[in-house]
Structure formats: structure tokens, C-alpha cells
């Protein structure tokens, strides 16, 4: 029957002063590199070769020679010693968040105009680090970031953000949209008082933008005509496009679609369409060594 080798009776120390033992042919030099006390080390060669069932050194007045099976442990104790320190180079790197996985939501006009640059900038600098970037509404990223389902997330202000440690990193400026044919298609700027006599197509719920837009309104002792609410930008303008009403967005992040179908773009006069986008991480509790360095990145960079 084959012998096994119990691995509990096989440490590190053992195997590298075996080793040290090999390269200097002396058990005497081979305890001493490994601050062993001569006695502690002939045991520990001993209990070694009891465990493995054969003699891994032959004695001699000069020193020792390795027998073949000694060779063949030297050979492998040699690898555990690189996988080793490899393991603990990487599990450095992950420390010091060289290497790991950051999850980040962000909102379209962060992704549109905040992000790009310095999310392929950052990845330039650490690209062992795994980055998932989802785009979702302002109020489901607060929620995922609370539910530590995100890291790290970036939305407009505006947006309850309870337990959670924000940080100013960038504008958005906000517009009136509207088709060719729509009555305010001539004007260049309006206040949002006069928006609030036509249909709007607005996003769906737990977006910071209707929430804002809706707390104007409500300000001002009236109340949006919503006539068709969407999850997308893109999906505004497509409606908007048909002449179904008109909606504020973020400029820059429906500035392809308003070249492409041809709309009208019109500035808002209020103070509040100039909002911040802000970065966010869930407050007390331990962050990963990548989300750190990329939530500093972003701050320093946008």
C-alpha cells in the first residue's frame, strides 16, 4: 500500500531549513540560516523523514548528501516556496489595491460626460483591477449603494443620500427640450414657470431629475403635466421627437440624440439648472483598497 503523507506534519519552517540544509550540505549551516538551534533542527529533519516513510539525507562525517528522494522533496518545497510568494505578492497587491473589483453605478450624464476620460484613464494606470460600470437612475443607485450592492456610486444632488459620504466631482447644465414643430421651438432661453403650461415627457420614478423638477413645481404652487414618463434619455428625445411634449435634460448627455433628430434645445433661466453630480460611498464601512483608489482618482481627476 502506498504511503500518504499526513500534510499536517509538514510546515513551512521544516521545509525551508530542509532546504537550507541541501544548498549548504551541513545540517550545522543549514540551522543556522534559519536561526535554529542544532539539536531543534536534526529533530525537525527527522520527524520529516518519519512522515514522508524514507531517508531524504545520507549522513556522513563531511556533511550530507541528498539521497534522491531528498532531491525530488528539495524540488517540490521549491515551489511551494514560489507559489508562496507569489501568493503573498498578489494578496499585497489586492492590499494595496493594485488588483480587485469595483463595482460603480453611475447615472447617463455622469456616464456621458464625467466618467469616460477618467474611468479609461484609471484603468490605464491599474489594469488588473476588474471594473463593472452599470448605468442606473439617481434613487437606484443610492439604494444599491446602501444595500452594498454598488461601491462606489456618482448621481445628481438632489437625491436623499443618508448614510452615505458624498463629494462634489463635476456640473451638469440642465435644458428645455422640444421638437421643430413644438411652440417654443424659436425660443433660446425660458424660465421653467413658462415650461409648466405644456406637456412634459419626463423619467420614471426615482429619478434625482423628476424629483427636482417636480419640487420646482411644486414651489411655484403647480404641478408638471407629465404625459409620458421613460427610463432613458434616449428614450425622452425619441418621444419628444414625435412632438408628444417637451423634457429637461442634461445638455451634454443628450447632445447626440438632440444633432440626430434634429431638436431644439432651449436654457433654462432658473439658478437650479446647474446641478452637481456627486460621488458616493456607504459611510462606515470597511472599503476595498481598489474602491478607495478609484473613488480618489475620481475626485482628483473630474
Request: aromatic share 4%.
Amino acid at each position: 500500500m502506498m504511503h500518504k503523507i499526513n500534510p499536517a506534519r509538514v510546515d513551512f519552517v521544516t521545509l525551508k531549513l530542509f532546504c537550507a540544509i541541501a544548498k549548504s550540505g551541513s545540517i550545522t549551516k543549514g540551522a543556522k540560516e534559519c536561526s535554529l538551534a542544532l539539536s531543534a533542527a536534526s529533530r525537525r529533519i527527522s520527524d520529516l523523514e518519519e512522515t514522508v516513510g524514507i531517508t531524504l539525507l545520507d549522513r556522513a562525517a563531511r556533511g550530507v548528501i541528498l539521497t534522491q528522494a531528498g532531491y525530488t522533496v528539495m524540488q517540490h518545497a521549491l515551489r511551494l516556496f514560489q507559489g508562496f510568494e507569489q501568493l503573498s505578492h498578489e494578496l499585497g497587491e489586492y492590499a494595496n489595491g493594485i488588483k480587485g473589483h469595483v463595482r460603480l453605478w453611475a447615472n447617463m450624464s455622469a456616464l456621458t460626460e464625467i466618467l469616460p476620460e477618467a474611468l479609461s484613464d484609471f484603468l490605464d494606470a491599474h489594469p488588473n483591477i476588474q471594473l463593472d460600470v452599470e448605468e442606473q437612475l439617481s434613487g437606484d443607485i443610492v439604494r444599491a449603494i446602501l444595500d452594498e450592492i454598488a461601491d462606489i456610486g456618482v448621481f445628481a444632488e438632489g437625491t436623499p443620500t443618508a448614510g452615505l459620504e458624498t463629494k462634489v466631482i463635476g456640473q451638469d447644465q440642465l435644458v428645455v427640450i422640444c421638437s421643430k414643430a413644438h411652440p417654443l421651438a424659436q425660443r433660446k432661453r425660458i424660465s421653467f414657470e413658462e415650461c409648466l403650461d405644456y406637456h412634459f415627457v419626463g423619467l420614471n420614478r426615482g429619478s434625482s431629475l423628476l424629483e427636482l423638477t417636480s419640487r420646482q413645481a411644486e414651489k411655484l404652487g403647480k404641478s408638471m403635466r407629465l404625459r409620458i414618463q421613460v427610463r432613458s434619455y434616449d428614450a425622452m428625445c425619441q418621444m419628444i421627437n414625435a412632438n408628444l411634449g417637451i423634457g429637461i435634460a442634461p445638455l451634454k448627455a443628450c447632445a447626440a440624440q438632440i444633432k440626430v433628430m434634429n431638436l431644439t434645445s432651449i436654457n433654462l433661466e432658473d439658478s437650479w439648472s446647474e446641478r452637481n453630480l456627486l460621488l458616493a460611498i456607504k459611510k462606515d464601512i470597511k472599503k476595498s483598497p481598489a474602491s478607495i483608489l478609484l473613488a480618489e482618482h475620481l475626485i482628483k481627476s473630474t
